[in-house]
Structure formats: C-alpha cells, structure tokens
C-alpha cells in the first residue's frame, strides 16, 4: 500500500476516534457531565432559553455536581443548597478564586476588587471593606445618605401627581447615589447629563451582558473575539465609563489633602502613595480604575433591579403592598422617615423584601468562582484552576426549603408565629469568602427605600394584574426584568 494511502488512513481513524472520544479528559477526575464534541463541545446540550435552563436539564441526568464545556473549559456546576453550602463556606479557602466572564474579561483582566486573584484579590478586599466602612459601610451616616435620597425620590414621584411612569431610572439614580457618595464623595442631581450618561451605559451593559447573544460568545469567545457583536458593545459602554472614572481621579489627585481624605478614591490614591516603594504592591492606578467601575456598576444596577422587580411584584399582588402598608402605619406612620431600627419591628415587610430577592433571582447562575489548588470535592478531584459555577437560582428555588418556589410568596420567611424565618438557601448576595462587598449597604437601601415608597404612596398599574408579566426580558448572567409603566399615587 501507497504510504500516502497510509497516511490518509491513519489521519481518517485518528479523526473518528477524536470524535468518539471527544478531547483528552483533564487532569484529575472531574464530576460527569455530558460528553463533549470536537469543536461543539457542549453546544447540543444548551438550550436556546439560555444557560439556567440548559444546567437544569443536564442536573436532572447527572445529579448536584456535573461537568459541562463551555468551549474549551471544563466548567463544575454546584446544583442545589447543600453542594453550594459545601464548597462555599464548607471549602471556603480552596473556592475562593474568581473564574472569567468572557464578555467582560478584556475590561477587567485580573485588576479590581470583583474579578482579581491571589494577593491582588485578598489586599484589595480588606482595603476596600474598610474603606467603606470608614465612609458610611454599617454607620448611621450611610442610613442618613439613604434616607436623604430616599426624600428626594418621593419629590420626584410627587412630581408626576399619580401619571404613569417607567421606574428604571430613578431606581438607578437614588442606588447609583449612595455608592457615588461613598466612591467619588458627591450626589448627582437626577437631571445631570453626565450622571444620566452613564446610568444609560449601566443599564445597557447590565442588558447586553445578561443577553443570550453573550451565552454564545461564552462558548465560543476565543474565535467569535474577532467579529462584531455585543461584547464590543459592552466593551466600548465600560471604556466609557472607565475614562469618566478616570477624569474622577485625576481630579481627586489634584486636589488631595492628605490630612482629610474625602472617599474611597482619595483612601486609595494616599495608599499608593505610601506603597509606592513596595516592590509587590498592589495599589496600581488600572486596579483603582477597575475597583471604582466594580464597585460603581454592583453598587448601582444590583439594588435598582432589585427595586424594579420588587415594585412590579406589588403591582402584580397588590394585596400584599397593602398588608405591608399597614404595618408601616402601624410602627412608623406618616409623619418621620423610616429608619432601620424600625426593621425588626416590620417582620412582614423584612419578609417581603426577602421574598423580592428570592424570586427575582438576579445573578441566577452566580460569579463563576475557581478552585485555588487541586481540590477533592464530593469524591472528584478538581485541579488547581478548574472554573466553577454555583447556580445561585438553584439554591433560591430549592423545593426542599421553600415550599412553593416558582411561586411569589412572602410566607416563605415567617413562621407559624409571623416573626422573621431565616432561610439557609437564601443567597442572593452569594457565599464564603467572595460574598458580594456591598451586601450591607443594598439590605439597607433596600428596606429603606421600599418602606419609604410605600408609607407615601398607593401603586396602581396601567393593567390589570393578571395581565402583568413576571418573566424577564433577559436572563442569562443577570436576569432583567421587562419594562413597566406604574403610577404613585399619593396617601
């Protein structure tokens, strides 16, 4: 026989074995999951409502734990309350890294506090918790920035004397206020061009990356890098605001008094400063730029989708903004701000918000997360690196701690008594040690501004409330609801 012949044999039977067995396994002995292809990976098994529902079909065949390929990564998803429990807090220490969204990857590399690794991650963690603990995190002044704002949005709901309005907005420019105050020291009014600039790129951002088209780009990021598609437009909307950012800063640093510190980017400019000789250090400009765009983009769109859902949920079932008004009237009545000790006297309300929390489901899928160092988890073996994903939904809508999960219903978190029922599943703001860093201040905003709303205004929709959709208009890193028109109606 011909070598060429031979050749060509040799290069076909290597091509259908490839194809049986599909790329070499990884080191270590990774949970099952389906087989991926050549080139496809796992494509066949994604389902074209997006990634939540493609994990939930594959978790049915191979349990809490399985392997999935998203495009050449072999990717451990965390199903279900206890394996979530198990490798975030049980395991905390070896689950710690932070795996990539390929969207966002080129903005954010390895700088910030969110998505950094190693020394980088742990330094700028505990210098950012300080910081905003020393500029309002878990002191009365952050109660007092809030309650301020919250004065303002009733103004500004006034001012539409019960006439329909979309929310989104709003929501954005009393959340983005708060860690605004804390990051860069001012409030903007809600009429700033440039402040309304960049909610608009926030909340487009928010859009594009929770977009099924950004799925795709996942599987697939390493080729489809190179032609248009929403990733670029993510990219340009997050320079943009990196280079506001930036003027920030060159600002600050032209006028720091190092005696009196105003925020967190005047805190973080006098550790450069003092680091500068520090051969490690950890205090570069890319990564000061990239903690104020983290902290300014979770600080802002978390708790305003938060509000724009929990909103559309009063106006779906109105009976329970009634009941939540009452208690209002109850322990705060008309005539004072709520305040946050008012919160432990409001078991209801404290019950609601949670219950908003839960079945908004906000980031389903979770931050992919990635072990630190060769990890046996559950009888697998997990090498150093290997990405993670714990399914944050499947935790929220967990059947064995929530009786009705696909349901809205604040009973989930009372008791037979009616006081406040805490919840193991509950997880919204995540686990362990990447826990989300502004957990304190949304819970705050949150019952603040929601009790706020409420104790000065009725809500009525355009539609009736069997007509109102509860489904998101996309939902894939983050889940975003459909837009809505509603009407304050002044008590």
């Not at 603990?133 to 709901?157: H, N, T, Y």
């Not at 959709?469 to 996309?474: F, G, H, Q, R, T």
């Amino acid at each position: 026989m011909e070598p060429s012949v031979l050749l060509l044999l040799a290069l076909l039977v290597g091509f259908v074995l490839l194809l049986v067995r599909g790329y070499p396994k990884a080191r270590g002995h990774l949970p099952p999951g389906p087989r991926p292809l050549p080139l496809l990976r796992n494509l066949l098994q994604m389902d074209r409502g997006g990634f939540l529902n493609s994990f939930k079909r594959i978790r049915e065949k191979y349990g809490a734990v399985f392997t999935v390929h998203l495009g050449t990564r072999p990717v451990v998803m965390l199903y279900g309350t206890e394996a979530i429990r198990e490798a975030l807090v049980d395991q905390a220490e070896a689950f710690s890294g932070r795996g990539t969204i390929a969207v966002v990857e080129p903005i954010f590399r390895d700088y910030g506090v969110i998505f950094s690794n190693g020394e980088r991650w742990k330094v700028l963690r505990r210098f950012s918790l300080a910081t905003m603990r020393d500029f309002g995190m878990g002191k009365r002044s952050v109660e007092e920035r809030i309650q301020e704002e919250a004065r303002c949005l009733v103004e500004e709901f006034r001012k539409s004397q019960g006439a329909p309005l979309d929310p989104t907005f709003l929501f954005q420019c009393i959340t983005a206020n708060i860690i605004c105050s804390i990051v860069f020291g001012e409030r903007f009014d809600y009429k700033d061009r440039q402040f309304l600039r960049l909610l608009y790129l926030f909340y487009q951002s928010f859009s594009l990356i929770s977009s099924f088209s950004s799925q795709v780009f996942e599987l697939f990021s390493g080729f489809l890098k190179y032609f248009p598609g929403t990733h670029r437009q993510i990219s340009r909307n997050l320079q943009e605001i990196l280079d506001y950012i930036g003027q920030s800063v060159e600002k600050h640093r032209a006028t720091l008094d190092p005696s009196n510190p105003r925020d967190f980017i005047d805190t973080y400019l006098l550790r450069m400063e003092k680091e500068k000789s520090n051969q490690h250090m950890e205090f570069d400009h890319q990564s000061l730029l990239i903690s104020v765009l983290s902290l300014f983009f979770a600080g802002t769109e978390t708790s305003s989708t938060t509000l724009r859902y929990g909103f559309l949920l009063m106006l779906k079932y109105p009976h329970v903004a009634e009941k939540v008004q009452k208690e209002i009237d109850q322990v705060i009545g008309s005539h004072r701000l709520p305040t946050l000790e008012d919160r432990t006297k409001m078991p209801y309300t404290d019950a609601v918000i949670y219950e908003i929390q839960r079945f908004s489901d906000l980031v389903p899928i979770g931050v992919p997360h990635k072990v630190i160092k060769d990890t046996l988890f559950r009888g697998y073996l997990l090498p150093k690196n290997t990405e993670v994903y714990p399914i944050l939904s499947s935790a929220l809508h967990d059947p064995q701690y929530f009786e009705q999960p696909d349901t809205f219903n604040p009973d989930h978190f009372l008791d037979a008594n009616g006081a406040l029922k805490k919840s193991e599943a509950f997880m919204p703001f995540s686990l362990g040690k990447r826990i989300c860093l502004g957990e304190g201040i949304a819970r705050n905003e949150l019952f603040l501004f929601f009790t706020a709303i409420l104790q000065n205004f009725s809500l009525s929709s355009p539609m009736a409330a069997k007509d109102i959709d509860l489904s998101p208009k996309e939902s894939g890193f983050g889940k975003v609801p459909q837009t809505y028109q509603i009407c304050f109606l002044a008590r």
